[in-house]
């Protein structure tokens, strides 16, 4: 009996064991290790960028920074294994920090910011270039953002633009800014708060809206998507994707956000003033900004009064995975004067939107290293409409779960059916003791 019983006990391991590898072989492997990708459109709202002008039309550098960016949305979603999301969707201003947050909030594999650049009277100057970390603090990420780097610049160069170079660059030493290896911070706030957040980073800078020749080129749609197209060639190289249907995301817009009121005197010197701002969509982290670090400084929800000038504070609410991230409507301007009093002045006159005259887009240089966001203009945009939710889901995970419904029906089939023939044997062994004479239950036992 024993031997019987150990008999199926094995059968019934084996079989469970075959079902398991069969399931493991069902699933796709990638369905779990999604490559994350976060696409930035740099500038938005009243921030235009730079600007060029070509035949009596203006390109706006926010415009043309859009545009390329969704055209690299749709090309990265061609390929399989991979998770797709935008920072901004239409003429929205964004703070550099709100972006990189955004990225982290999403477990992001890579971060690229999508720029174009100009020089004030310089038309001889044009071409391709991006920069990346430096590696002072986490060099791997360099390493890494400048591999794929130097793949791009390649691609470009085959459509046409001229290689500049993938290039790096510095802050001063600065106790706020340095990172905590004591090391100099990179310059570009995207880059810098991309290495403290343990994301590879970088931004691309298409080319110079004040070179005519790199103007004409950009200017033209099919020479935008090429570029994106050979963007998305060279990260999908990089982490081994092949061409399939990828996860293209599209985040909800969030309800406004809106920071409470402060102290209306303060003064240099001061304890930390504890912030609050209330609004927003999801369950994202509410955040706080300066756009001057040497006038105000923020510690999580603290705000320090520093030193002399003017400096906003702006509320950010970060993604969850569902909304977008979202600044507050209202800021809080505090004018510190040079005796060390604060006040909180009223909020100035939002800036002109400048009109929208191209028919395409438009670029524009990277922010300061503040990275900081004030309330959104809304000039009109001449550009596609915001992607669709969904498009491009992968099928796999639906027939993954109709196989492993399948195998789960099999195995409770299997188990039922091997506790029947137990419960027969029992029940025939039982009448064989029945019918033995004294000490043949002993004696059956021993067998």
Not at 7 to 17: E, G, H, Y
Not at 344 to 360: L, Q
């Amino acid at each position: 009996m024993r031997n019987m019983t150990g008999a199926i006990r094995k059968k019934f391991l084996s079989v469970i064991t075959v079902l398991f590898l069969l399931a493991a072989l069902t699933i796709p492997s990638g369905a779990a290790e999604e490559t994350v990708i976060v696409l930035d459109a740099g500038h938005g709202g009243n921030d235009n960028g730079t600007q060029g002008t070509l035949n009596g039309t203006t390109y706006y550098e926010k415009n043309l920074n859009l545009k390329v960016t969704r055209y690299l949305w749709d090309a990265l979603g061609e390929y399989g294994g991979v998770k797709v999301y935008m920072t901004r969707y239409d003429d929205t201003k964004l703070s550099i920090l709100s972006r990189a947050k955004a990225a982290a909030d999403l477990n992001a594999d890579l971060m690229v910011s999508l720029h174009m650049n100009a020089l004030d009277n310089a038309d001889y100057f044009g071409g391709s270039e991006i920069f990346v970390p430096a590696g002072n603090y986490r060099p791997e990420l360099a390493e890494e953002a400048s591999e794929i780097a130097e793949k791009i610049l390649s691609e470009f160069e085959g459509l046409g633009m001229k290689k500049i170079g993938v290039k790096t660059s510095l802050l001063s030493h600065d106790d706020y800014y340095d990172y905590p290896n004591g090391q100099q911070a990179d310059y570009y706030g995207i880059i810098r708060f991309c290495v403290q957040e343990n994301i590879p980073s970088m931004i691309i800078e298409h080319g110079y809206l004040s070179n005519q020749a790199d103007l004409t080129f950009l200017s033209k749609d099919a020479n935008l998507k090429a570029l994106a197209e050979a963007t998305a060639a060279s990260i999908a190289e990089h982490y081994g994707l092949s061409k399939g249907s990828g996860t293209k995301i599209t985040l909800q817009e969030q309800e406004p956000v809106v920071i409470a009121d402060l102290p209306t005197q303060l003064t240099v010197g001061d304890e930390p003033i504890t912030m609050r701002a209330s609004g927003g969509s999801g369950n994202g982290e509410m955040r706080f900004e300066s756009n001057d670090k040497n006038v105000l400084q923020v510690v999580g929800d603290q705000l320090v009064i520093v030193g002399e000038g003017k400096a906003n504070i702006t509320a950010v609410k970060g993604t969850d995975g569902t909304y977008l991230p979202m600044p507050s409507e209202n800021y809080i301007r505090i004018t510190v004067e040079d005796n060390g009093a604060a006040a909180i002045t009223p909020e100035p006159e939002p800036a002109t939107p400048t009109p929208d005259t191209e028919p395409t887009g438009s670029a524009g240089g990277q922010e300061s290293p503040s990275g900081t966001g004030t309330a959104p203009g809304s000039p009109q945009e001449s550009a596609q409409s915001t992607p669709q939710t969904g498009q491009g889901d992968d099928p796999f995970p639906l027939i993954a779960a109709i196989v492993g419904g399948i195998l789960a029906a099999l195995l409770t089939a299997i188990i039922i059916r091997i506790l029947v023939v137990r419960r027969r044997r029992k029940k025939s062994i039982t009448r064989k003791y029945k019918n033995s004479g004294r000490g043949s239950r002993q004696r059956n036992y021993r067998r």
